[in-house]
Each structure stands twice: as C-alpha cells, then as structure tokens.
Nanobody
C-alpha cells in the first residue's frame, strides 16, 4: 500500500508561483509512474501531468505546458509540481497519484492517491 502526502498548496495572487510536493511512503517509489491531477468545485478531476519512473519522461495536458513542470527525486521519494504564472482558473484541489505502469492520463488508471492540497489563486 502506497501512501501519498501532498503539501505546498496555499492562497496566492495571479501571476505567482507555487511548488507542490508529494511524498510517498513506498520504498520502491522509483518504480512508480506519478501523476498530478486537479479538481475544481463542481468539475471532474482533470489531468495536469505525469512523470515516468525515469525522470526524463514527462507529459502534460496541453493547456499546462510551459507553465507547469513535474519533476521527481527518487532519493527522497518525492514528486514535485512547479506551477508558474498562476491564474484564477488554476484554483483547485491538487492531487498526486501513483501507479506501477506507465504514466496515464485517466484518473482511473492510478491505484494510489493522496488527500490533496488546496491551491487558490486570486485575481
């Protein structure tokens, strides 16, 4: 059982940056593909991006490219989501997720989820 704990959310102004972190309990963390998702009130959970077990391979939703960057440090069992030039429409609860295969876009493909961290961007 993999436990994931996100942190780093907060209340920021439009144009600011935030870096979210997700720490995994699993000692074989380096074998997992990791995804970031977000969910705004009244909306479905949305794919943000994902990273393979090999940090060289990252994938993003088109609308996130250029502003969001995913990275991981396998020695710290941690995956990061760097968010720049934040917009009010980025307001959501952000979740990290893990699965043992390839990075996936669909939330249902991920077996393990964190509890989420709230990001609020004011205009």
């Amino acid at each position: 059982q993999v436990q994931l704990v996100e942190s780093g959310g907060g209340y920021v102004q439009a144009g600011d940056s935030l870096r979210l972190s997700c720490v995994a309990s699993e000692r074989t963390f380096s074998e997992y593909a990791m995804g970031w998702f977000r969910q705004a009130p009244g909306k479905e959970r949305e794919f943000v991006g994902a990273i393979s077990w090999n940090p060289e391979y990252t994938y993003y939703k088109d609308s996130m490219k250029g502003r969001f960057t995913i990275s991981r440090d396998n020695s710290k069992n941690t995956v990061y989501l760097q968010m720049n030039s934040l917009k009010p429409e980025d307001t959501a609860v952000y979740y990290c997720a893990a699965q043992t295969s390839y990075p996936e876009v669909l939330p249902g493909r991920y077996a393990y989820w964190g509890q989420g961290t709230q990001v609020t961007v004011s205009s």
